[in-house]
């Protein structure tokens, strides 16, 4: 039913042509390494001006900014969960954060958004199970909303990709994580 709305590809995130890109930001919202610190570099200063009057975010949140010098419009920032044991409800925090991004992008008729792979890197999140709750996290708000919007897990690596690759092309709408 959504799988051709769901799509992976290997590629930078700031260069894609979709309406939003998804930054997997720190709770400052003011950059910092990997995806984050390549979106304000590429968005230019006016992202920085325009987070520092945000306010930050919370973990499992959303904000969005304009999207400056990047090919797409919008920037949606969300702070994923650092991965302590999977008893700190890391789980429901990371799915918040894909739900809540999908929200905002609703809200703003947004039809295609990227997302990257959200908590794996830095915050050490378990990358198979990130991509499973990812997954059934999009798949879930595709099922309860008919506006056709279009979905890129945008992976960094082949091996990111191909973990999306594998769960995408094996997985039932029902797909659950634990």
């Given at each position: 039913?959504?799988?051709?709305l ?21 709770p ?38 304009a ?51 959200i ?18 996290s ?27 690759r ?13």
């Amino acid at each position: 039913m959504t799988n051709d709305l769901v799509h992976v590809v290997q590629a930078d995130l700031t260069t894609l042509n979709v309406d939003a890109i998804v930054n997997a930001a720190n709770p400052s919202l003011l950059g910092g390494g990997g995806v984050d610190g390549a979106i304000h570099r590429r968005a230019g200063p006016e992202l920085l001006a325009e987070c520092r009057t945000l306010g930050g975010c919370i973990t499992g949140e959303a904000k969005i900014t304009a999207g400056y010098r990047l090919q797409a419009k919008y920037v949606i920032h969300t702070v994923g969960p650092v991965w302590r044991d999977g008893q700190h409800d890391e789980t429901d925090l990371l799915a918040s954060c894909y739900r809540n991004c999908l929200n905002l992008a609703r809200e703003r008729h947004i039809q295609s958004i990227a997302f990257p792979c959200i908590s794996t890197g830095i915050y050490g999140f378990p990358k198979s199970l990130a991509a499973r709750i990812a997954l059934s996290s999009v798949k879930a708000f595709l099922r309860g909303h008919d506006e056709g919007m279009q979905v890129y897990f945008c992976c960094f690596s082949e091996t990111d990709a191909d973990i999306y690759r594998h769960l995408l092309q094996h997985s039932s709408e029902d797909m659950r994580y634990p």
